[in-house]
């Protein structure tokens, strides 16, 4: 995990790093002591996870809180197993699940190779509330961790007063307003409640509690009660530009750290302490230059340094409670080398040939048009069949190279950035490219035995930079950027859009965070106790309602959207943000391009302190407006409830109302009706994302195959869930790879459903899986044209769809689900039916009488074009989803004959009715006014589904010595 670096003079024995001579060689046991004030242990346990020399996935170990000595409760852990040849091993002490209370000092980690060991075993002791802690019986003997009484936690309540909790009975206390006392007296409990006149907040308070024995312990008293408080917010909400900027000439640093003492810049010319940018070893310890940054208005800090100083790197040193940490700029538009250090960017010297501002392919107009594709951006480049630059395999410039095929049995087709153009999206959605955790840039570059490569990224660290792994040269932090622009204008030619995954939820690290060190405990909700809140399940989550954390995300987002032309953003949690920030979000993107798609995950990874009232979640969508949300009703009533993989889903054979009615819900693009009964939360068919599948849990087909149906039966119902999807009003979404079967299989047997950190081989997109399913592929690519051809998919109104879409009777009750969309003016009617295990083998449905139907799609056959005419009766096999569009002339010929007068102008359009929008429509122009007689004018029609049909009549110029009367009709 990538480190920000203290600056803080520590022991290294503070951390739990011990040059213990080990005269007993590596330990087979490993015990862990945890202890507690209050002597209460129900539900903990502890994580434990291989580290080094290789990070793996980690195991919960229950304590048994009967099972306790003088250093509290412990467990035993056998290290000849899941742990052999760890020489480090990862631990989170936690109560409970990913929701529950967590031991601060986030992931700690025990050096097994350092620690003492004792006939084999070693020992590391914990205890409640303190980071620190101790691997020896030196360490115990020096209070490594300290055992004794202390104040636990200190903290103003909205009352302005001092609450407290200690460990014991105290002697007495004392309350100091910087260095003058404000409040003293004898505790009557281990729980203080202090009144302390006049509290000022820009003033420093400090708790010193003096315990039995002469003990004293000292803490600064936490304001983060205040923070939602009308006098923080109006002292401290700075509007301003934060981060880096070139200002006449200069670099400008602004800071916002309001409670901070001191802050000063660092500036350094290599990324990396002991890398330069180039990726050689050698050190730069010490910045070049440091520099006092000055206090400004509402809690920003600012420094001015004459000149340009794009490509110098840079942190700060931030004083706080009277510890002082070396921090990155959340606002770094870059970083070096696991983000040791911000980059400064001037971002007109690092933009490929041909970058322009503002481009994005003009083939969306409304949110429904949007066919999403949900990639990883190693997945596409990283298995042999790809073909491309070795080089760029797994990197940004690997979405950008074009031409790459994999050919077999002489059969070859596209792979990578030809394949999703072949396909037909328009829309591919990256899965996290921001700097995250659990991935060491350094050892990608230079480590070529090193195998941690793969990681889905939900760990933020910098949310303005970009993943450095993912580029040809992490230690240059201009190079990650030339790359991924390089890459979206490549997409961009395949008149694809990129929209991007954020994570704006929690924080990678939580109390080792830059956030909380700038700032501690505002960027981050906190519980009644002071620890964080856990609504992610990943040790913490972000307070988006406070206004300083809102205006960062809006300049975060403003930023990815102005500066790489990014067309829309998916939001992780979206229910842990709140309704107004994401009402500001959608009202900022969208006046910078109206047709940027934003939607989110409208659930929490575990329990928030955000009211309910608050969230951006199912039951406050109809209070967001311009911002779309999946539909996990749709996904599991097609294939089955993502949290029983056994459980199947309407394609694989459930016909209950439920199974239908959600099907229908998706169909209807997730509006209130009365022709389902679910109960309506999307309300729009532009918040509606219809989905089966994504990088979450398991694949479509691995889904399919683990309730039961066979590799032959699969690909039928590998079609049909998708067509249901393709076919629904509403924002469709794939997974990438689900059109040629993507599977993720385990080594041992098995599919995996939660591959976040499995290696390439499990996650990448195999592209001789295309060559082998070349058949779903095709009728993929046919439906995602289908959707495209035909504007009936893709309304944008509850009324419209309401009224236009009824569904139709057939023989099969709940086993075929089969609907109508009226036809307009200009647009044909369609039909569609969705036959599941039909009795008999076919569901039968009755066509409009005097209507012929062109049959787009059918058993294994699809053709946007058509494939057969029908009328009257219909019938469809099992498992298979018929699409069929009434035939229609997509214009008409007003008059045969039209007369103009000589030296007039003429429009050809003029005697067209057009009744099909979407249609190709090209005149012949061979007429001349100016010259009377008659000409035959020719009408060329392409329909979108690639029919050419021809239209003719005839213009007269009149005016000439040759005017005749035509008589219509052979009178």
């Known amino acids: 995990m990538k480190k920000i670096l203290l600056l803080l003079v520590v022991l290294f024995s503070s951390l739990g790093f011990h040059a213990i001579v080990n005269a007993n060689g590596a330990p087979t046991k490993l015990v862990v002591h945890y202890f507690r004030y ?38 035993e852990i056998d290290l000849t197993t899941t742990y052999a040849n760890s020489t480090a091993v990862g631990i989170i002490i936690k109560q409970g699940g990913w929701d529950g209370y967590r031991e601060p000092g986030g992931d700690r980690y025990i050096y097994l190779s350092t620690a003492e060991v004792i006939d084999g075993v070693a020992h590391a002791y914990f205890v409640q509330g303190s980071v620190q802690f101790g691997t020896s019986q030196a360490d115990l003997a020096n209070n490594i961790p300290d055992y004794r009484p202390k104040i636990l936690s200190a903290s103003f309540n909205v009352s302005n007063q001092v609450k407290a909790t200690l460990t014991h009975m105290a002697e007495s206390y004392q309350v100091y307003e910087n260095d003058t006392l404000v409040a003293s007296g004898v ?17 420093q308070y400090t708790l010193n509690v003096t315990f039995p024995g002469g003990i004293v312990s000292s803490q600064v008293v936490s304001i983060a009660s205040l923070y939602d408080t009308p006098a923080f917010e109006s002292a401290y909400t700075y509007d301003g530009e934060l981060g880096v900027t070139f200002e006449g000439g200069n670099t400008v640093f602004r800071l916002w750290a309001p409670l901070s003492s001191e802050v000063s810049l660092n500036l350094y010319n290599q ?122 395999a797994g990197k940004f410039l690997g979405l950008s190279q074009a031409g790459t095929r994999y050919t077999s049995k002489g059969v070859t087709v596209t792979t990578g950035l030809d394949h999703m153009a072949e396909l037909g999206i328009n829309a591919v959605q990256l899965l996290p490219i921001f700097d995250f955790g659990y991935v060491d840039e350094i050892q990608v570059a230079t480590n070529p035995r090193y195998t941690n490569t793969f990681n889905w990224g939900y760990m933020p660290y910098h949310f303005n930079t970009l993943e450095g792994s993912y580029s040809t040269n992490p230690f240059d932090g201009a190079n990650r950027i030339t790359e991924f622009k390089t890459a979206v204008q490549a997409i961009h030619d395949k008149d694809i859009r990129v929209i991007m995954d954020v994570v704006y939820n929690h924080t990678g690290e939580s109390d080792t965070s830059n956030f909380h060190r700038i700032m501690p405990g505002y960027y981050h909700r906190l519980t009644s106790t002071g620890g964080f809140s856990n609504g992610s399940g990943t040790g913490n989550e972000t307070a988006s309602e406070r206004s300083m954390t809102r205006k960062f995300m809006l300049d975060s987002l403003k930023f990815w959207a102005t500066e790489y032309n990014l067309s829309g953003f998916r939001f992780d949690l979206m ?187 499990v996650n990448q997109l195999r592209w001789d899986r295309k060559l082998t399913y070349l058949n779903v592929f095709e009728y993929y690519k046919d439906l995602i044209q289908i959707r495209k051809d035909y504007q009936q998919f893709r309304m944008t109104s509850a009324s419209e769809i309401d009224s236009r879409i009824s ?95 000589k030296g007039k102008n003429y429009d ?33 029609v392409k329909e979108s589904f690639g029919k050419v049909t021809y239209y003719h009549y005839v213009l007269q110029v009149t005016g000439g010595s040759f005017d005749v009367q035509l008589n219509q009709g052979g009178n």
């Open 38 to 75: 209050d002597d209460t242990y129900t539900d903990f346990n502890i994580w434990l996870w291989p580290y080094q020399p290789v990070s793996a996935g980690g195991v919960q170990h229950n304590f048994d809180p009967q099972q306790k000595d003088e250093h509290g409760v412990w467990i």
């Open 187 to 203: 505790p009557t409990t281990k729980d203080l409640t202090i009144s302390v006149p006049n509290v000022n907040i820009s003033k």
């Open 271 to 392: 990324n990396h302490p002991n890398y330069d940018n180039s990726g050689n070893l050698n050190d730069e310890l010490t910045p070049y230059q440091a520099v006092d940054l000055e206090k400004i208005e509402n809690g920003a800090w600012e420094a001015v340094v004459p000149g340009n100083l794009n490509g110098k790197y840079y942190t700060y040193s931030v004083t706080n409670n009277n510890v002082t940490y070396e921090v990155t700029d959340p606002y770094a538009y870059s970083t070096g080398a696991n983000g040791r250090r911000g980059m400064i960017v001037d971002f007109s010297t690092v933009n490929p040939s041909g970058w322009n501002y503002g481009e994005r392919p003009n083939n969306v107009t409304n949110p429904t048009d949007y066919i999403v594709w949900e990639l990883h951006v190693r997945d596409l480049t990283t298995h042999s069949s790809w073909g491309g630059n070795p080089a760029w």
């Open 575 to 761: 229910a842990l943000h709140d309704v107004e920030t994401m009402n500001q979000i959608s009202d900022m993107l969208h006046e910078i391009d109206p047709t940027i798609v934003i939607y989110g995950e409208p659930w929490n990874g575990g329990t928030t302190t955000l009211s309910g009232s608050l969230e951006a979640d199912k039951d406050n969508l109809k209070n967001i407006d311009g911002v779309g949300a999946f539909s996990d009703v749709v996904r599991d009533a097609v294939k089955g409830s993502v949290f029983n993989a056994a459980e199947g889903g309407w394609v694989q054979g459930r016909s209950d109302d439920g199974a239908v009615n959600g099907i229908k819900y998706g169909i209807l693009g997730g509006i209130a009706s009365s022709k389902h009964n679910i109960n309506a939360w999307h309300l729009d068919p532009s918040k509606t994302i219809n989905y089966v599948s994504a990088h979450d849990n398991n694949t479509l087909f691995d889904k399919l195959r683990l309730t039961g149906v066979s590799v032959a039966n699969a690909e039928l119902l590998q079609v049909q869930a998708n067509a249901i999807i393709l076919t629904s009003q509403g924002v469709p979404f794939l997974h990438a790879g689900v059109e040629f079967m993507r599977s993720k299989p385990l080594q041992g047997g098995g599919y995996d459903h939660n591959s976040y950190e499995s290696p390439d081989s």
């Open 807 to 901: 569904f139709l009777p057939t023989n099969q009750g709940n086993k075929a689900i089969a609907f109508k969309i009226e036809g307009t003016a200009t647009q044909p009617e369609v039909i569609v039916i969705h036959s599941q295990k039909a009795s008999g083998g076919l569901t039968e449905v009755s066509l409009t009488p005097g209507k012929n139907y062109r049959i787009l799609t059918t058993l294994e056959s699809s053709n946007p074009n058509g494939l057969d005419v029908v009328n009257g009766v219909v019938f469809v096999p099992a498992n298979v989803s018929m699409i069929l569009v009434e035939i229609t002339e997509p214009i008409a010929v007003e008059n045969e004959l039209v007369k103009v007068g």
């Open 908 to 940: 050809p359009a003029s005697n067209i009715t057009v009744y099909d929008s979407s249609a190709e429509i090209h005149y012949s122009n061979f007429h001349d006014t100016n010259v009377p007689g008659f000409y035959a004018v020719t009408v060329s």
